[in-house]
């Protein structure tokens, strides 16, 4: 009986590796096709400072395919990153979210910031540098206005050449932020040693900041941290007042998340009075 059980769960294992392989392989084909028929977009969502204001946005692409319905940037930013898509996705994202920024702190006549995330594999690229600046300089946006997400996953494997690459990205006036900060490995110690502008505390703090005394804990050495390098610090996923107020008494002071405004269209947050776009 307990072998025929075994076999069983071998089985069931089995049929859901190959849904599984089968999913990755028509997200990845599709997203080929959606590359180059037009069916990504992206949305921004606010950064806000104490006052509800809007400071900055993070540009999220976003995929709607005729077939496979709406895909979450989490797959398929995986799925690209292993089948080769990454650089054609990165460079969407990059001249989509600088042209529509352009466009539109030009009618709204006042500045934000503007996040962009960054994948591994696009941060390795040997022109990833220039291309950056290539963009910018086409949409008349200073690097200054621009802020380029990383993950520690990044410091993984050659630190040196990593280094020098954020180097000469910030002696060019743009800023490097640690994304989902918290997460991954060997954190504090790697702080230490980064040139960086900027903090992402992630959700997963942020959530359990109010019943964990070890979150609140982690998140008052992050800031200290942070302050002691001269890092501008952003609670990530906020999704109520409180989880808010508790960052602000230990120092932060930029905030993102559903309680001050899911991801949008540029048009339809231009629309929302809260944010104080262009104020
Ligand atoms: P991320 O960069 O950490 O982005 C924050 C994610 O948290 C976004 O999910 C955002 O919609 C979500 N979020 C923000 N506030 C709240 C909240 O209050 N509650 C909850 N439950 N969620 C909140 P999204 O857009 O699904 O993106 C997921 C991840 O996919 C991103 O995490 C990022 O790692 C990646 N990603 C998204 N867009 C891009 C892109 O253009 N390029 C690259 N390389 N990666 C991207
Ligand atoms: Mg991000
Ligand atoms: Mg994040
Ligand atoms: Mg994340």
Request: overall charge negative; charged content about 30%; glycine content about 6%.
């Amino acid at each position: 009986y307990e072998a025929k059980q075994s076999r069983n769960d071998v089985c069931i294992y089995r049929s859901e590796m190959e849904m599984a392989y089968l999913r990755r392989l028509s997200v990845e084909q599709r997203l080929r096709y959606g590359l180059a028929s037009g069916s990504l977009y992206m949305v921004y969502q606010p950064q806000v400072d104490q006052t509800g204001k809007a400071v900055g946005l993070e540009a999220l692409v976003r995929w709607q395919d005729e077939e496979l319905g709406f895909v979450s940037p989490a797959e398929f930013v995986e799925v690209a990153e292993k089948s080769g898509l990454m650089v054609p996705l990165g460079r969407f994202v990059l001249e989509t979210s600088i042209r529509e920024y352009s466009l539109f702190r030009n009618e709204v006549g006042g500045f934000v910031d503007l996040s962009i995330n960054i994948s591994v594999i696009q941060f390795r690229q040997p022109d990833f540098v220039e291309t950056v600046l290539e963009v910018l300089a086409m949409h008349r946006v200073s690097p200054g206005e621009l802020v380029l997400e990383i993950t520690e996953s990044l410091f993984m494997s050659d630190f040196e050449r990593v280094l020098k690459t954020i180097e000469r990205l910030r002696e060019k006036g743009i800023r490097i932020s640690m994304d989902d900060f918290g997460t991954g490995y060997s954190s504090l110690s790697l702080l230490r040693k980064l040139p960086l502008d900027e903090l992402k505390i992630d959700k997963s703090f942020v959530d359990t900041i109010l019943e964990d005394e070890k979150a609140a804990n982690m998140i008052r050495s992050i800031i200290a941290i942070a302050r002691s390098h001269n890092m501008e610090l952003v609670a990530e996923g906020v999704e109520e007042e409180a989880q808010a107020s508790a960052p602000v008494e230990m120092g932060c002071r930029r905030f993102q998340g559903y309680y001050f405004s899911r991801p949008e269209t540029l048009d339809r947050l231009k629309a929302n009075p809260a944010l104080a776009i262009g104020h």
